[in-house]
């Protein structure tokens, strides 16, 4: 009888070492896995959407004396500002409005009226009929960027690949930051990290054009 006893014991306890080792195997498995499915956050709208949360400030970033608020998407907050209406009624225009109130995230390099305004004269208004919606699309996605790119994440000689699918090219001096095509003078950035709920988007001083 002690002899079962002593077995049945001996089983039982081989058979807990048993559960705890594949309990142990378990728990490394999901913490790889873990690591693996976080290995790139910028990626990952869920952890855009916390990097938003932090980033933004409660009130606000303010442009054209209106707060941009994190619970907004990018065409949301950009048609609040009067400074770049040109370049929503060229998005409206450009069949992208659905596109950039997507789930992304988008980073958005947004060009003022007055960056509007130093294109050769028509230029904006040509690009605004119906023949040229194409063009026009290529153009405004050169100023669009898969991703979120605050400005700490933007350096001096990093190239962008655009959702045009052209490349960007950023420059960083005294703490300014400027894009340009790598040929024409290039826009600086007035106003960083405008968080929106499916990107960010820095108001810019220049229209970028493709080469």
Same mark, same amino acid.
């Given at each position: 009888?002690?002899?079962?006893?002593?077995?049945?014991?001996?089983?039982?306890?081989?058979?807990?070492?048993?559960?705890?080792?594949?309990?142990g @195997?378990?728990?490394a498995? /999901?913490?790889?896995?873990?690591? #693996?499915?976080? !290995?790139?956050? =910028?990626? %990952? &709208?869920?952890?855009?959407?916390?990097?938003?949360?932090r980033?933004?400030?409660?009130?606000?970033?303010?442009? @054209?004396?209106?707060?941009? /608020?994190?619970?907004?998407?990018? #065409?949301?907050? !950009?048609m609040? =500002?009067? %400074? &770049?209406?040109?370049?929503?009624?060229?998005?409206?225009?450009?069949?992208?409005?659905?596109?950039?109130?997507?789930?992304?995230?988008?980073?958005?390099?947004a060009?003022?009226?007055?960056?509007?305004?130093?294109?050769?004269?028509?230029?904006?208004?040509?690009?605004?009929?119906?023949?040229?919606?194409?063009?026009?699309?290529?153009?405004?996605?050169?100023?669009?960027?898969?991703?979120?790119?605050?400005?700490?994440?933007?350096?001096?000689?990093?190239?962008?690949?655009?959702?045009?699918?052209?490349?960007?090219?950023?420059?960083?001096?005294?703490?300014?930051?400027?894009?340009?095509?790598?040929?024409?003078?290039?826009?600086?950035?007035?106003?960083?990290?405008?968080?929106?709920?499916?990107?960010?988007?820095?108001?810019?001083?220049?229209?970028?054009?493709?080469?």
């Amino acid at each position: 009888m002690k002899k079962q006893f002593f077995s049945l014991a001996t089983l039982l306890a081989a058979s807990a070492l048993t559960l705890a080792s594949c309990g142990g @195997d378990k728990t490394a498995e /999901t913490t790889a896995d873990a690591t #693996v499915s976080t !290995a790139n956050p =910028a990626d %990952s &709208v869920a952890a855009m959407a916390g990097d938003s949360a932090r980033m933004a400030k409660p009130e606000g970033v303010m442009v @054209d004396g209106v707060a941009m /608020t994190a619970d907004k998407d990018i #065409v949301d907050n !950009a048609m609040g =500002a009067k %400074s &770049v209406s040109t370049l929503v009624s060229a998005v409206k225009a450009a069949g992208l409005v659905e596109t950039l109130k997507g789930a992304g995230p988008f980073t958005v390099f947004a060009p003022t009226n007055a960056a509007f305004d130093k294109l050769p004269k028509g230029a904006v208004a040509g690009l605004m009929l119906p023949e040229s919606k194409a063009k026009l699309a290529g153009v405004l996605t050169y100023h669009v960027i898969a991703g979120r790119l605050v400005a700490a994440d933007l350096k001096d000689g990093q190239e962008l690949t655009t959702v045009n699918g052209a490349k960007l090219k950023v420059m960083v001096k005294d703490g300014k930051v400027m894009i340009g095509n790598g040929k024409d003078a290039p826009a600086t950035v007035q106003i960083a990290d405008v968080i929106s709920s499916n990107g960010v988007t820095h108001v810019i001083d220049g229209v970028v054009l493709p080469l």
